[in-house]
């Protein structure tokens, strides 16, 4: 907002001439101009929590007008391990939260940890419900409701409106591969049922200060050299007491063991890359999305995949933990549904 101010000499004229010149001769300070419309107040990082939390309640409780209200007209969602993968507008949004509402009418979202920097939120839901409707396969078809319980984490990542609390982009990641061995619909292991998480979640506002952007930076090296599949100079990064919360998998994995799989995976795709897209820091922790990429031109026992020679492209979003420099925690999520049906023999390219 803009203040008229008179000018320092005007000030000391108008002193020593005012016993000598009348009120109405006086020069008067000119008046803001009447249509020149107020900055907007920033929006506050408390302000933008309270808002994600309670447009989270409004989908736990299926109030669906409230709930369209959280995205922009131009929003765009993808929802990968269930849902409809990628949607636009508020409507189709909605529509597909709905569905999910359908295939679990008592399925709900419980906050573990939430990570705010600026238009930036990032998050980790535990999802947890009841299959008591109807569901759809692959391939389209209407399945009946298996009845069974299912409770896995979530990862949430938005983007706002700078000016207004209105989602513009949304990315959420769960591992389908985990909900159908929960629901009973496949014979291979995954994560087991989660049925208790934190009482209420963490909430990190980023301070945009030296320790984020060293963590920042060394999450960027340890990505490069895993690129560049350096498994020493990765590790590096890495804390000796590191464990993985990959959600893919039944187990978290310790630092040994997760390098075993990293090899495991260097072998089973020897041009796989990670391309990060989105990248930033809150705290103690690091946010980032992006694709995996890679053809698939070895065995993976550990994962039962055999050489298909096809080619995938797989969103994942990971969120890690530092202390010191060094990578202590993380928490890893994509759909293995997604990579097994790109691994297909019909999908083969």
Known sequence: MHHQRITKLLTIAAMGLGALASACSSPKPAEP????????KPISADERVKWYQDCWEDFNGGKWDEFK????????????????????G??????????????????????????????????????????????????????????????????????????????????GIMDGASMAHQLGMSPEPGRPIMTKGAASPSIVIAKNDDTEM???????????????????????????????????????MNKA???????GFWKAFS?????????????DYVFMSGNFDGTNDGDFPAMKIKKTGNKVTVPFIEIDRLAGGKIKEGWFFIDAVMMGAQLAPTAKK
Not at 135 to 157: I, N, Y
Not at 257 to 263: E, F, P, R, S, Y
Request: proline share 5%.
């Open 271 to 283: 041009d796989g890359r990670i391309t990060l897209t989105s990248t930033w820091a809150a705290g």
């Open 90 to 171: 508020p409507d189709a949004i909605v529509m597909s939260s709905q569905d999910f509402k359908k295939f679990a009418p008592d399925g709900h979202g419980e906050g573990q940890l939430i990570l705010v920097n600026g238009t930036h939120l990032a998050s980790i839901y535990l999802l947890s419900g009841t299959n008591s409707g109807p569901m759809k396969s692959p391939d389209g078809k209407e399945m009946p409701a298996s009845m069974k319980k299912f409770g896995l984490l979530f990862a949430h990542s938005i983007e706002t409106d700078p000016a207004a609390n209105k989602v513009t982009k949304e990315l």
């Open 33 to 40: 101009a009447k249509d020149q419309a107020a900055a907007p």
């Open 69 to 88: 209200q959280c995205y922009a007209a131009n929003a765009t969602s993808a929802q990968y391990g269930y849902g409809m993968p990628s949607v636009s």
């Open 214 to 252: 060293k963590n920042l930076s060394a999450e960027q090296d340890q990505f490069a050299a895993w690129n560049m599949h350096d498994l020493a100079k990765a590790d590096t990064f890495v804390a000796d007491d590191f464990i993985l919360h990959d959600t893919t998998q039944p187990k978290d």
């Open 257 to 263: 063991q997760n390098d075993t799989m990293t090899k």
